[in-house]
Structures are given as structure tokens and as C-alpha cells.
């Protein structure tokens, strides 16, 4: 049975009329509006925020890289944009995603979702676009700065996917380290076999900086351009533009 409107009560039904509301009627109405939301996941390499080698502490490379994007969206407020700092490890299986990545979407399939990966972090972070490409959600960018793992002995010893990624992103930076005075972590890098793709990203560029500098591989400027750092925050603040 229908139910009449006290509020409408003496409102006349006119067919050229657009208005949404009667004029007599002015009773506050509640809508919901949508926030935007950016989360950015940075994902470590080898030792980055636990320990890899027993007489190493973990050095926490991607942090550098993390500062520098809270740096460029410092003005954003935190219920509009926050950074999760991860391990390589925290990204494989089924079990690990669900805790340390899908608990901070919280199954809102409209998020921004960016991820920064560094050596086996750029590895298994490019596998992670991929997967959260099957749960539902877009990843909007994807930087893997100086991406490790092609080697057979680093998949003995490491906790990473086993096959080549294949991510799903809007936009991929690629960034290789290619360090005019190459030191220890560079020869790492090259026992694990850096990631050398023939294509896939939309930006491919090689910066003067050895392997362990996270924050120096995102925040170099390419070549007569903008850093990985700079391209990317643009996009997000872009994003949230009214």
C-alpha cells in the first residue's frame, strides 16, 4: 500500500519540473559521499625490514623511498592518503596478502592502490599487482626500482614467486640502478639476477645509484623528465582533484 508523504502534502505534480525535492518540503536530507582513498604499499628487498644475513641488521632501504612520496602528498590528509611499509615476504601466499595488504583496503574495491618495490620487493610486488587485479581491485601505478629475482639460487634462499611476473597496473615505472662506481649490494643484485624486461613498463630508465638505494632509484629524474617519485605522486594528487 502506498504511503503518503505528510511532507508532500500540498505539492502539485507538474511533468516539466526538475526539481529533486518539493519546495515545501524541508526536511535535512543525508547523502553519502565518497572519499577518496590512496594507499601505497613500499615492499622491501632482501634484509630490508627483517634480517637476510646473519651479521646484518635490517636496513630498511625502501624507507628513504617511502619519506620521499609522504613528502610530496604531505598537505593530503591522512583518512585520504597513507603508506604501508612491507617485506618481500609479506606478499606471498594467500595467507600474508590477506593480513598485511587486503586489511588495509578493507575491501573497498574503489581505492587508489599503488605499490613501490624495491630488488625482491619489486619482484614479488609486481606479482601482487597481479593478484590484486583477481581480488577485484586496480593497481594504479606500479614502480619496481631495480627488481631481483630471476636467479635460481636467490629463489632457493628467499621467500619469492617462482615465475616471472606479469603485473596489471594502469602505469609502470621500471627503474634500473646502473652505478658508475658499483659496490657490495650491486654484486648481490647481479648473483639474483636483476629483472631485465624487453617490454612492459610505460617508463623504463636506468639511474647513476648502486642497487641499495631505494630513495635515490625513485627519486632521480629520468633524462630531461621527472623522477618515478614526482610522475606518480602528480598522477595521485590528480586523483583527488574535486
Avoid at 535535512?28 to 615492499?43: E, G, L, P, R, S
Avoid at 590477506?98 to 609486481?126: E, F, M, P, Q, T
Avoid at 629524474?221 to 594528487?237: F, P
Wanted: hydrophobic share 35%; net charge neutral; charged share 25%.
Amino acid at each position: 500500500m502506498e504511503v503518503e508523504n505528510p511532507a508532500l502534502k500540498d505539492c502539485k505534480t507538474e511533468a516539466a519540473s526538475h526539481e529533486l525535492t518539493c519546495k515545501t518540503d524541508q526536511s535535512v536530507k543525508a547523502y553519502a559521499i565518497k572519499v577518496k582513498k590512496i594507499v601505497v604499499f613500499f615492499i622491501g628487498g632482501a634484509g630490508d625490514k627483517e634480517q637476510y644475513y646473519q651479521d646484518q641488521p635490517p636496513h630498511r632501504n625502501v624507507v628513504n623511498a617511502q619519506r620521499l612520496m609522504s613528502s610530496k602528498l604531505a598537505g593530503v590528509p591522512i583518512e585520504k592518503f597513507r603508506t604501508v611499509y612491507l617485506s618481500y615476504k609479506d606478499v606471498r601466499g594467500k595467507k600474508d596478502i590477506n593480513k598485511y595488504v587486503l586489511s588495509y583496503l578493507g575491501g573497498d574495491k574503489s581505492v587508489y592502490v599503488s605499490i613501490v618495490g624495491h630488488s625482491l620487493g619489486g619482484w614479488n610486488g609486481a606479482h601482487l599487482s597481479a593478484i590484486l587485479k583477481e581480488e577485484g581491485y586496480t593497481v594504479k601505478s606500479l614502480v619496481t626500482l631495480d627488481p631481483v629475482g630471476g636467479g635460481m639460487g636467490v629463489w632457493m634462499i628467499s621467500d619469492i614467486y617462482f615465475t616471472t611476473p606479469k603485473p596489471s597496473a594502469d602505469y609502470w615505472i621500471n627503474v634500473l640502478a646502473k652505478p658508475d662506481n658499483p659496490n657490495d649490494s650491486d654484486n648481490v643484485a647481479e648473483l639474483g639476477e636483476r629483472w631485465l624486461m624487453k617490454s612492459g613498463p610505460d617508463l623504463d630508465f636506468s639511474v647513476n645509484a648502486n642497487h641499495e638505494a631505494a630513495g635515490t632509484l625513485f627519486g632521480t629524474k629520468a633524462q630531461g623528465g621527472q623522477s618515478a617519485c614526482e610522475l606518480v605522486a602528480e598522477r595521485m594528487l590528480k586523483y583527488l582533484e574535486p
